[in-house]
């Protein structure tokens, strides 16, 4: 079945950086449109960034200029460069797939990855 794993996650500073890394098994991610989404507790999940099949990337107003979402189709792993984070960045942070058009939600989630920033 398909398979989504996130890692690198951790603590930083504020203002400090971090890739997070989705590494995707029995999926080809060059035929899906993939996303980052976090939730923070307390708080409802959010799209973060989502790429689709040709490259375009959209991103939420927050992380505009700071993060950066980029895929390696042959090497079927999706990433979130994070720069310039801040505490409320604090989040569970999870990658998706969805269905390659990039108009409705997304069917596969990985477990998670947790970012704290620290002020």
């Known amino acids: 079945q398909v398979q989504l794993v996130e890692s690198g996650g951790g603590s930083v500073q504020a203002g400090g950086s971090l890739r997070l890394s989705c590494a995707g098994s029995?999926?080809?991610?060059?035929?899906?449109?993939m996303g980052w989404f976090r939730q923070a507790p307390g708080k409802q999940r959010e799209e973060v960034a989502r790429?689709?099949?040709?490259?375009?990337?959209t991103y939420e107003d927050s992380v505009k200029g700071r993060f950066t979402i980029s895929k390696d189709n042959a090497k079927n792993t999706l990433y979130l460069q994070m720069n310039t984070l801040k505490p409320e960045d604090t989040a569970m942070y999870y990658c998706?797939?969805?269905?390659?058009?990039?108009?409705?939600?997304?069917?596969?989630w990985g477990q998670g990855t947790q970012v704290t920033v620290s002020s």
């Open positions: 998706a797939a969805g269905p390659s058009a990039c108009l409705s939600g997304f069917n596969y």
């Open positions: 029995q999926i080809m991610f060059r035929f899906y449109c």
């Open positions: 790429i689709r099949i040709d490259g375009s990337s």
